[in-house]
Structures are given as C-alpha cells and as structure tokens.
C-alpha cells in the first residue's frame, strides 16, 4: 500500500475532509481516463477489480489477477503515472463465484482467489463473505461472515509475507451495499445501515480476526462498507440525502477507520462532496465510467454520419445492438419492458450491461473502425460542439487536441472530475 493511500485516510480521520475515488472498471479507456487524470491532478489512483470480473480462472473478462495488474500497470506507464502512484484494489473477494458449491469448497476457492491478488501486487483487499453457500443455514450471521473474512485475511497475509517478508495491506470489510451494477428491479428510496449493525458488523470481524491470530491484520483495516442510501436502476439515482444517513455518520468518527461507499455512480457533485464530508472516505464508480465512454463514443459516431460516406461508417451504435440482441445474458433480467423500452435501456440504461458487450470482436472492430473514420475525416469544430460541447470548450481554449480518441478520454474525464471536486475539500470544509 502506497503511502499517500495511508497518508489520506489519516487525513480525513484528522478532520480535513479528503477522499478518494475507486475505480472499478476492466475498460482498457477508462483505465487509460482515470491514470491521465491522475497525472494532471499531481494524484494517486486507486484502481479495482471485483472477484466476479477478476480471478484465478479469469474470470468473466478473462483476466487473472496478475493480468489484469499488467494491463493497468501498463497504462499507467504509457500516461506517465508511475507505479508508486498506482494502488490495485480487489472488490468483494470471498466465496460469491463459487456459492452453489458446499461452504469449505467455496472458501478454499476463495483463499486461492486471495492469494492471487496478493501475490499480484494488489494492497487494498475487501473481504466479502456475506454470501451464502450450498450447505449454509439461512440467514448467515455476521459471526459466520466474520470468521470466513477472517479466514481470507489469514491467507492474504501469508501471501504477502511470502512475497515480500511483510505485510502492508489494507482490509476492506462488510458488505450491505447496492447489488454490484445497480439494481434489478425499479427503486425508489433505500434505508441506510443502521448505526447498531454497522457496528456490530465492526466488532464481529475484530473478534473474529483475533480468534484466527489477525490481530496484526486488523490494525491495518481501512473502511468499513456500509449503504449510506444511495443506488441505481436502469432509468433512477437514488440521491443521497444526508440527514437520513447523519445518525450512521457519526457512529464512525473516533475510529481509527473511514467508511466505503459503493454505488455512487451518477450522484451530484453536492452529493459526492456530501458523502465524502460524512466520512465515505472511498467512493467507488464503474457503470458511470462506462456509461460516459459510451456517451463519448455514440456522440464520435453520430459525428462519423455527417463527415463519412454512409457504406464507410462504423454504425456503432447499430452493431453493439445487434450483438446484444444475439447474446442476451449479460442484459435480460435486468431491462423491462416492451420492445421499444428494452432497446432504449440497451443503449441508455444507467445500468449500463452495455459495459460487458465492448470486448466482443465485432464491438471492438465497429469502435477500431470509428477512430479511423474520424481521424481520417477530422471533425469540424461546430460538430464537436453539436455533440461534445464541454469538450468543444476545451478544444476552442486548446487544452484539448480534436482527435476522436483525446475527445472520448476527456469526456470519461469529466466523471473524474466532479469526484476529484468531491475529495479535495474546499478550505471552509477542514475547519473545526
């Protein structure tokens, strides 16, 4: 774990209101957005994989730890960020890929999955066991999710150890948070966690790390995951409304810890900075990444129609369509509606499933034959107002060159923006 990781959540328990964004996105242009950011803040950056997306096997993007540490780490590098400056986090490790095998099976699955991203290089670990298995008693109470983190934290720190003779990780615990992604079903308002179960989810890890001899690895836990009241569907935001969460606020001030927000995609400004003020120290964001990359690049190909001739365009739009409609895994379920309603949140859905279909050959030729086209055809400036108009500004002023790819990282980088906004208090928000 980097120092400035440390340093910042040091500083934000003394009181002086700084945060830090968490991005949790495999895209290989939102990795490329958030580590150029980084290096025009004078930042670190703090960069995620979730258990489901990453592992041993691969996971869904096909990636292991270890891969996806070398896709960002290379990045980085092409962006000028140095590695001291990069800190790789693992999202929601614990036995959730391999539930609907008996308990033991699942969690030896998840100390190997522990293992891995440890001995990758990854320093922020959220252990997340609160998902039950095939022989579990229901519900699981947190002194059986306690003691299977703890677990967990075992294994990683003997991984670390092992690679470098001593451990500095960083431990994320709990979990009652917003389903990763955004929600199923149409929301309306959400409850935050009850100060009383956030911190009696609190005490159940630390006796349980102390049973297993953790007592080391407890002294470096860093957040505490907790719904501050804040999610998603595919067409609402649930806003975060600070009185509601006062109460649950204030339970964690005095400890030597912050808490993580998960779910935070498409909050205001006011709200990001909000949270962050209200010791949510860690706000992590992935569909709001993707979603603006899709905004970036719909906007290219809408531009592409009016400079390319009709039979040369890449038909964006038109393609990631199709191949959705081919291979409805990654959407059905979560879009309602008649047909007119689901091909609109195919496309727009704050959900934003689009985000799974980028990697597909097809995809990814339509997005390779898009920059072409316009690098080819440069856009006019008045069509770059017509569709990117804060990025037209940026152009005009020149701090932002006209190419389609610059154009689509600076858009991503507008979400970055406004977190950067939220964790850099403004003076008034660090006196007493």
């Given at each position: 774990m980097t120092d400035a990781f440390g340093d910042l959540l040091l500083r934000h328990r003394e009181g002086q209101g700084v945060g830090i964004t968490s991005v949790c996105s495999a895209h290989p242009l939102v990795i490329q957005a958030a580590c150029e950011h980084a290096v025009a803040e004078d930042a670190v950056v703090l960069i995620e994989a979730t258990s489901n997306q990453v592992d041993q096997f691969g996971g869904y993007t096909g990636m292991r730890p270890v891969d996806f540490r070398d896709l960002v780490l290379g990045i980085a590098e092409k962006a000028g960020l140095s590695r001291a400056r990069v800190i790789l986090g693992g999202d929601h490790l614990g036995p959730n890929v391999w539930r609907s095998l008996p308990a033991d099976q699942a969690m030896s699955h998840a100390e190997d999955l522990v293992r891995a991203y440890v001995e990758a290089g990854f320093t922020k670990i959220h252990l997340d066991c609160s998902m039950a298995c095939a022989d579990d008693r229901l519900p699981l109470t947190d002194e059986v999710v306690a003691r299977r983190a703890a677990r967990l934290a075992r294994a990683a720190e003997e991984a670390a150890r092992s690679v470098v003779g001593v451990s500095t990780l960083r431990y994320v615990v709990g979990t009652e948070v917003p389903v990763p992604g955004g929600a199923h079903e149409e929301i309306t308002a959400l409850t935050p966690t009850s100060p009383a179960a956030a911190l009696a989810t609190l005490e159940a890890h630390r006796v349980a790390f102390a049973d297993a001899g953790a007592e080391e690895a407890w002294s470096r836990i860093a957040a505490l995951v907790v719904q501050p009241g804040v999610e998603f569907d595919a067409l609402r935001v649930v806003d975060y409304e600070r009185a509601r969460a006062r109460e649950l606020s204030r339970a964690i001030e005095g400890r030597p810890l912050v808490f993580e927000a998960h779910s935070t995609d498409y909050q205001t400004t006011a709200n990001l900075a909000a949270l962050v003020e209200d010791h949510w120290a860690i706000l992590k964001v992935g569909p709001g990444l993707t979603f603006a990359l899709r905004e970036a690049l719909f906007a290219l190909a809408a531009i592409e129609t009016q400079i390319v001739p009709a039979g040369e365009c890449s038909r964006l739009p038109e393609v990631v369509d199709d191949v959705m409609v081919r291979r409805p895994e990654w959407w059905a379920g979560y879009y309602e509606g008649d047909d007119a309603a689901q091909r609109v949140a195919?496309?727009?859905?704050?959900?934003?499933?689009?985000?799974y279909y980028w990697p597909d050959p097809q995809v990814e030729a339509a997005v390779e034959r898009l920059m072409g086209n316009l690098?080819?055809?440069?856009?006019?400036?008045?069509?770059?107002?017509?569709?990117?108009?804060?990025?037209?500004?940026r152009v005009r002023d020149g701090s932002l060159a006209p190419d389609p790819t610059s154009l689509a990282l600076d858009h991503v980088r507008d979400v970055l923006r406004a977190y950067s906004t939220a964790c850099t208090p403004e003076p008034s928000r660090s006196q007493p």
């Open positions: 195919r496309r727009y859905s704050y959900s934003d499933r689009l985000r690098r080819a055809f440069p856009p006019p400036l008045p069509l770059i107002s017509a569709h990117l108009p804060a990025q037209y500004a």
